[in-house]
């Protein structure tokens, strides 16, 4: 096989078996890897019932045929699992190089069964996979456990782990690969957590095979001109990271501020991607194969919140920033690096910790609910102080750590948890921007930008531009982007090479790869095709048109302040027509025709 | 008014805002007003040739000048004018 190794890895933890088995080449075909390969994968082999934190779930890596190539920003790689937040087929996207490691090794996935005895690791070198004992870390930070093992392993090997919020079954624990990249949302580190999985390091002596080597070349070369070519791509995240969008979120009045309580958020100038470049940034980094380099090297000199590491990204400055009404970067900055070092989702971090303010401050909960502390909007060292008792399942932290949903609702205020299907909403209004909120609300693992992410055409003209206000052609702009991401994920490329190419010139290299043609139209419907097979089984777990939807006070209560003050959520205006596009029925159930089109069950 | 500055504009400015005393009626003239205080880098930002750049972002009032005449967008005397470089996603 081009582009695809041809073996996937299964293992075991109960019996401690390893097997090799052959990647099913029509399924590689129809769903690329990655995020549509895993999902598919858990379709086919786990019971929908099956307890998301039991040992019958399976817990997958999965690189995609790109990953590993020299084809742009090529490192990505998925965790897909049943998600223990919500129930969907939870697939986080990570970036860094643990990805490209594991092609290298000669795997296309690694699919993880069952429970080990005791805490232990696995090392996978080329052919040779153990199971080691992990005892010696468990309980250290991700950093540590990174260094640790490495040490124990190859100091080249790669590691991905969680720390000690996957131990704790946190459900917005997430895995970390080279100590600052995530596979961060929908709890895939309490799954990690739950099998008594610490790390995996893998280190591959490989490389990928490319079936025309000149037509994939040439594809590459002009997708890299593209991208350098590109504003966004080519410059402007390598100068100011994702956080350069607080500024202009913000002036749009569509940065949700105190608990999405408002839109706008006076001071947001002090926690953005210019103040960052200013104060904390060493430089920026890219992961494997990347010349976009959004990522920030940073450092915190302030001796209440001193630190290095790398971020904050845009979500990240939001979700402790406005969310929490707090514009200190220090402190920002501080419980990102907190988060990295537990193992925790930022933006459900944040947020949880929002909604946890909210209550506070309107008496729900008291000082005593939260061990002494004064948890209201804009107490920075309160922030930061839950987001160590979080990391650490302590005293109050530990309610925290199970999401702002389960919080919420357990003092008797679900409405308040800023969620969608159970996850948080990251830092984009839906009253604000219309077309995010559909997308919110239709996003498959619940509350999600990344998945289609509309801002890039109503607020950032990139490529083109939709009136953020206005909801006629919405669900239009939705279907395109969620199908082009679907398939995007399932690639191993990464979302950020958009700014600059599209399914057109993913398609072309993606043929020149693996030596199937892929026209644009089928790279969409393979996109399309992943999209409906979530959906299918997000319907398996009870979920339906009820749960498309957006928290109450996005959709009755008018942003307060700023440039959108006064504007409210038109959902109701965009899903019916989203479903009919979609080809699915009025309840938002995948039609026959439909499902026949996609070759799916 | 009051015009401010975002990310790389912020580097042909000098400065993350200015108050304007004389409202210009459109955004063309205003434009080429700070053009003529900042000099070239700003000029190429916001202008290709005499259209407004692809590449800019301006915001008036949160709402995109694209959809309120471009360069003949009108202006009022209280309005916060913003103006960006296109940015980043995620």
Redesign the interface.
């Given at each position: 096989m081009y582009g695809w190794t041809g073996t996937i890895l299964r293992i075991d933890l109960t019996k401690g078996k390893v097997k090799r088995e052959a990647t099913d080449v029509k399924m590689a075909h129809d769903y690329l890897g990655a995020r549509g390969l895993g999902g598919k994968i858990i379709v086919d082999e786990l019971d929908p019932k099956t307890d998301a934190l039991s040992p019958d779930n399976k817990l997958i890596f999965a690189p995609g045929p790109f990953t590993g190539t020299f084809a742009p920003s090529a490192g990505r790689y998925e965790v897909i699992t049943k998600g223990p937040l919500n129930n969907v087929i939870a697939c986080s996207n990570s970036g860094g190089a643990f990805g490209p490691e594991l092609k290298y090794a000669g795997y296309d996935a690694l699919i993880i069964e069952g429970k080990a005895a005791k805490p232990s690791y696995l090392w996978i070198s080329d052919d040779k996979v153990e199971i080691r004992d992990a005892a010696a870390i468990w309980g250290h930070d991700t950093p540590d456990t990174t260094d640790l093992v490495r040490a124990e392993t190859d100091e080249e090997a790669k590691v991905a782990c969680i720390g000690p919020a996957g131990e704790h079954l946190s459900l917005i624990a997430n895995i970390m690969n080279e100590m600052h990249r995530a596979a961060g949302r929908t709890g895939v580190g309490a799954v990690m957590g739950s099998k008594n999985l610490k790390a995996i390091a893998v280190y591959g002596t490989g490389s990928v095979q490319v079936a025309d080597p000149d037509r994939f070349k040439a594809a590459v070369m002009n997708a890299r001109k593209l991208i350098q070519a590109h504003?966004?791509g080519g410059?402007?995240?390598k100068?100011?990271?994702?956080d350069?969008?607080v500024?202009?979120l913000n002036?749009?009045?569509a940065l949700p501020t105190r608990n999405f309580q408002d839109g706008y958020f006076p001071t947001a100038?002090k926690i953005?991607?210019?103040s960052l470049a200013a104060k904390q940034l060493v430089r920026p980094k890219g992961c494997f194969s990347c010349i976009i380099s959004?990522g920030r090297v940073s450092k915190v000199d302030n001796p209440d919140y001193k630190g290095f590491g790398e971020g904050p990204?845009?979500?990240t400055a939001w979700s402790f920033g406005a969310d929490c009404g707090i514009d200190d970067l220090d402190a920002i900055t501080k419980a990102n690096f907190l988060c990295n070092e537990y193992g925790m989702d930022t933006i459900s971090m944040g947020s949880t910790i929002a909604c946890a303010m909210e209550l506070f401050e309107m008496g729900a909960i008291t000082a005593k609910d939260t061990d002494g502390v004064q948890l209201t909007f804009g107490n920075t060292a309160a922030m930061v102080e839950m987001v160590r008792k979080a990391g650490k399942n302590e005293g109050f932290g530990a309610k925290l750590a199970q999401g702002s949903y389960r919080l919420a609702e357990s003092y008797g205020h679900p409405e308040l948890s800023m969620t969608c299907k159970k996850q948080e909403m990251p830092a984009y209004d839906p009253r604000?921007v219309q077309g995010i909120g559909l997308n919110y609300a239709t996003g498959n693992r619940g509350g999600c930008?990344?998945r289609g992410?509309t801002?890039?055409i109503e607020v950032?003209?990139?490529g083109a531009?939709m009136?953020p206000?206005v909801t006629e052609g919405k669900a239009g702009l939705d279907i395109l982007f969620q199908n082009l991401t679907a398939a995007l994920d399932s690639s191993g490329a990464c979302?950020?090479s958009t700014?600059g190419i599209g399914g057109a010139e993913l398609a072309e290299m993606l043929s020149a790869l693996t030596g199937v043609e892929y026209s644009l139209d089928e790279f969409l419907r393979i996109g399309e095709r992943i999209w409906n097979q979530e959906r299918l089984w997000n319907l398996k777990q009870g979920y339906t048109t009820a749960d498309d939807t957006l928290p109450d006070r996005l959709l009755n209560d008018p942003i307060k302040t700023?440039?959108?003050k006064g504007e409210v959520s038109h959902l109701d205006q965009m899903l019916p027509e989203y479903y009919s596009l979609r080809g699915w029925d009025e309840k938002g159930v995948p039609g026959k025709a439909k499902l026949k089109e996609l070759a799916l069950n | 008014m009051i015009v401010k500055y975002f990310a790389t504009i912020r580097t042909y400015t000098g400065e993350s805002e200015r108050r304007v005393d004389d409202t210009p009626p459109t955004l063309g003239p205003l434009l080429e007003t700070l053009a003529a205080r900042y000099g070239r880098p700003f000029r190429r930002a916001v202008f290709a040739g005499d259209e407004l750049n692809p590449e800019i972002i301006i915001l008036v009032n949160g709402r995109n000048v694209l959809y309120s005449g471009r360069l003949e967008a009108p202006l009022a005397e209280d309005d916060e004018v913003s103006i960006f470089p296109m940015v980043a996603g995620g």
């Open positions: 504003p966004v410059a402007g995240l100068a100011y990271g994702t350069v969008l500024n202009i002036q749009t009045g100038d953005g991607g210019e959004c990204e845009y979500e604000g930008h990344v992410y801002i890039a950032l003209q990139n531009v009136d206000r979302l950020f700014f700023g440039p959108a | -």
